[in-house]
């Protein structure tokens, strides 16, 4: 991991941290990229473009990430993020296999993070709160009653339309 250039460090909002910087050729699709830079809100990618004179950026936001995917070989790795909204997935190639496992790890994270309650999985945490299976809504079953033959709750022991017990 090598210094965070300052660059990069001014595009940063004022809560933003960075996690992770990899300076490194990275072939997005198309795209030829210096480096990689995770931070607790969004992935960031340095473009450098004439001679290294001028740098382009494209970030990605963690809310608009699906999943990730980390394809692990000998000695380096790739990490595929799929897109919410389609398109080709995001793809850092050629990451030696130490950067890629740490940076699958503080993206896997975020995307916890970034979920809604409902989409998180339990036992994680989501903003310092931890996600328990009572706190995940579920969705109710309803059954036909068998004497009135309305919709109930299927826990329910009693009908609430006819008094008829289930």
């Known amino acids: 991991m090598s210094q965070t250039p300052t660059d990069v460090i001014q595009l940063l909002g ?96 975020n995307l916890v993070r970034y979920q809604t309650p409902l989409t998180a999985i339990p036992g994680t945490t989501i903003a310092g709160t931890a996600v328990s299976p009572q706190s995940i809504t579920r969705e109710v079953v309803k059954v036909r009653c068998n004497s009135c033959s309305k919709l109930m709750d299927e826990n329910a022991t009693q009908c609430p339309f006819c008094g008829a017990k289930q």
Request: glycine share 6%; net charge neutral.
């Open 14 to 109: 004022p809560n933003e941290q960075v996690e992770l910087y990899i300076r490194q050729k990275i072939y997005h699709p198309k795209i030829n990229v210096d480096s990689v830079l995770l931070t607790n809100e969004r992935i960031i990618l340095r473009h450098p473009r004439e001679l290294g004179l001028k740098k382009d950026y494209t970030d990605f936001s963690y809310t608009d990430i699906a999943n990730v995917v980390l394809d692990k070989g000998i000695l380096r790795s790739t990490i595929k993020c799929m897109l919410r909204f389609g398109g080709d997935p995001l793809a850092l190639t050629e990451l030696p296999n130490a950067d890629a496992e740490k940076a699958y790890g503080i993206i896997r994270e």
